[in-house]
């Protein structure tokens, strides 16, 4: 692995490949109008009515705990996916600050997309475009292909190869969005990070990293994605569901084996690993765990394992099962304050 020299209990910071920290106050959220029957209806009565309530201050203090809960995994770094239709210019700023006040990197962006209209998506693409101009670390954003017309589209990998970056977009992620690489092919490149790919074909030609979320998608019924099967580079993320990338690789293994008996957990541990190309500075980090062998065979069948102390760009921000740089009792009562709200316009 990365930093093979380590100690046997030390290792790089883990990385969450596709995470969405504005649902990190979802927990608890009042019932949707009515019981979802499909991926489609999930998206409708559940997230689309959340993010919709978002604004600012909501969003501030769901990236902290967000932040806050990644450090207390061992994961120092995120790539995030965001959508607030009503709290679209300066969102990423408020993102990009939460994680850093806390100590932990985020490479964030807006996800566009046309449910919003043609003003949305151009408020989308903006958004993107002044975050990236003001020299934030950031992808372009989009929801996914089934909610946006081919213009806008091809307007956001356009401002991604004018900044130089990728796009950060769902594919394939229930067979609603199968159409995706057909509409998506020409304009991807290595860049790129595909989150999901559950029914993208494996010869699809879709270029850039496969973000594979085994719990989201178990969570969604969308079904198995089976990464082994990409030629494209795989790595893990969550989905918003936490950022706890030690459980994640283990649920990614099983999942594996499932499929494969003969499958090793060294394969979902590599995808863990793959996470780090996508934010490479985290490979300098360091986690001192709890557990002495931090090894693939070791941590496929070994729960409750934490980290004791971690490091980021030098700097110990967690230490003694507490953040250093923050008062995490501060953060889950300001959370818990906004979640009030955003249940109350739910």
């Known amino acids: 692995m990365t930093g093979a020299t380590l100690p046997g209990n030390v290792t790089p910071g883990m990385v969450c490949a596709h995470h ?19 991926f489609p209806e999930i998206l409708e009565l559940v997230w689309w009515r959340l993010d919709s309530a978002l604004d600012l201050e909501m969003i501030r203090w769901s990236a902290m705990l ?31 600050a939460a994680c850093a006040e806390v100590g932990v990197r985020v490479v964030c962006a807006y996800g566009v997309t046309d449910r919003h209209g043609a003003d949305g998506a151009r408020r989308g693409l903006e958004e993107n475009r002044r975050f990236l101009t003001a020299g934030g670390r950031g992808l372009v954003g989009i929801h996914a292909a089934f909610t946006c017309s081919d213009a806008t589209l091809s307007a956001a990998a356009g401002l991604a190869e004018e900044f130089g970056v990728g796009v950060h977009i769902h594919v394939a992620e229930d067979a609603v969005d199968r159409d995706a690489p057909n509409r998506l092919r020409h304009l991807s490149d ?71 008996v003969t499958a090793a957990p060294t394969r979902a541990w590599s995808w863990l ?35 004791l102390e971690i490091e980021v760009a030098g700097e110990i921000v967690w230490r003694d099962g507490a953040p250093t740089r923050v008062d995490a009792a501060e953060i889950r009562a300001k959370a818990a304050e906004q979640a009030i709200r955003l249940f109350g316009r739910l």
């Open 20 to 38: 969405h920290l504005y649902s990190t106050l979802a927990r608890g959220m009042p019932a949707p109008p009515r019981q979802p029957t499909s």
């Open 66 to 96: 967000g932040a806050l809960e990644a450090l207390a995994c061992g994961t120092t770094a995120i790539v995030d996916h965001h959508e607030s239709p009503q709290a679209i210019e300066g969102s990423l700023d408020v993102i990009a």
């Open 190 to 260: 290595d860049r790129w990070v595909l989150a999901h790919g559950v029914h993208l074909a494996g010869d699809a030609g879709m270029r850039g990293t496969v973000v594979h979320n085994p719990r989201s998608n178990l969570n969604n019924a969308v079904g198995y994605a089976r990464p082994a099967r990409f030629a494209n580079p795989v790595a893990l993320g969550t989905d918003g569901i936490g950022a706890d990338m030690l459980d994640e690789f283990r649920l990614a293994f099983v999942l594996d084996r499932s499929a494969d």
């Open 273 to 307: 690993e793959a996470g780090r190309r996508l934010v490479p500075d985290a490979a300098a980090d360091r986690v001192t765990w709890s557990y002495p062998d931090m090894e693939p065979w070791h941590l496929a069948y070994t729960t409750g394992v934490h980290p």
